[in-house]
């Protein structure tokens, strides 16, 4: 009986053990410490290449930078003149919006969790595909820049 009892045991554990290896059973990928950074493949309409570098640290996003740059390397959320045009005409602007969007997402730490801000969607969507491709470079440990087609 308990030479049948032990057969089972290791059959049930040699099992389980292939299904983690082989079959990913063990749940998601884990992101490897580093930083790892997305940009926008062209510059959107008003001048800026949007993009995200985020720090990893034992599997979670600890710091992330939102933000979009122009061909000279002036960044969006410093545009005095673009941000009073902005906040007037949508209630939000860049400085803010790039803030609260990451910070929902470090809250979280699921992109899927992160709501859309009226006034900023366009640049929401772009932050969604942004942190995930990074976050799939930070699964493989790739600390090459991801470069995204709108």
Not at 5 to 32: I, N
Not at 34 to 52: I, P, Q, R
Not at 115 to 125: K, P
Request: glycine fraction near 8%.
């Amino acid at each position: 009986m308990k030479k049948e009892r032990k057969r089972r045991l290791f059959t049930w554990a040699a099992g389980t053990a292939l299904c983690l290896s082989l079959l990913g059973c063990q749940g998601e990928e884990k992101m490897k410490n580093g930083y790892y950074t997305a940009e926008m493949a062209e510059y959107d309409f008003e001048g800026y290449k949007e993009y995200v570098c985020m720090l990893v640290r034992n599997n979670k996003i600890i710091a992330i930078e939102f933000n979009g740059r122009d061909q000279n390397g002036f960044i969006k959320a410093w545009d005095n003149e673009y941000m009073n045009k902005m906040k007037t005409k949508q209630g939000t602007y860049p400085n803010e919006y790039t803030r609260l969007y990451s910070s929902r997402l470090i809250e979280s730490q699921d992109i899927s969790q992160v709501d859309m801000i009226s006034g900023a969607s366009t640049s929401g969507g772009r932050f969604v595909r942004l942190v995930t491709a990074a976050i799939e470079q930070a699964k493989k440990g790739d600390h090459q820049v991801v470069i995204i087609e709108e």
